[in-house]
């Protein structure tokens, strides 16, 4: 498996929590928007129509959520050559990835210290996340929940 955050950034160097702090879209593109645009988007929405500790931990599943995301698009690619998938690539197959997400990089990884109500929280999240994604046009993937 390869090293978790192996290009570790401070908040100042992390394209999106700069930009959130800054109040500043990550880009203006009214076209194409790349996955960090999304997950700005994302958080920037509900910035606002949350408390601080659910914030947080949204701010959390974005983080680690990009990190898998990168890791499984870049898993056959050189160390030196790595670089964030994240921010050239169209949203579309994120949805695609959250079984992975949770199942192979949450568990084997202790949901990185998240307690046990988080770690069921995650699971609504990433439910929100694909149907904001799917609602906004950025995925044609519709989640179906099974009952």
């Known amino acids: 498996m390869p090293k978790l955050f192996s290009h570790p950034k401070t908040w100042e160097e992390n394209p999106i929590l700069k930009n959130l702090v800054d109040n500043v879209p990550i880009s203006d593109k009214k076209t194409q928007k790349s996955c960090d645009d999304v997950f700005y988007e994302y958080l920037q929405s509900f910035k606002d129509k949350t408390n601080e500790k659910y914030f947080i931990l949204l701010i959390k599943f974005v983080l680690l959520f990009r990190e898998c995301y990168d890791i499984s698009k870049t898993k056959d690619v050189k160390e030196e050559e790595k670089k964030a998938w994240t921010d050239h ?59």
């Not at 197959?93 to 084997?108: A, H, I, R, S, T």
């Not at 990185?112 to 999240?125: A, M, Q, R, S, V």
């Open 89 to 147: 690539t169209s949203p579309e197959g994120l949805p695609d990835l959250c079984n992975e997400f949770y199942g192979e990089f949450m568990d084997p990884n202790g949901f990185f210290g998240l307690d046990e109500n988080e770690k069921n929280e995650i699971i609504e999240i990433i439910q929100h996340f694909c149907i904001w994604l799917f609602k906004k046009e950025y995925t044609k993937s519709k989640l179906s929940l099974a009952n």
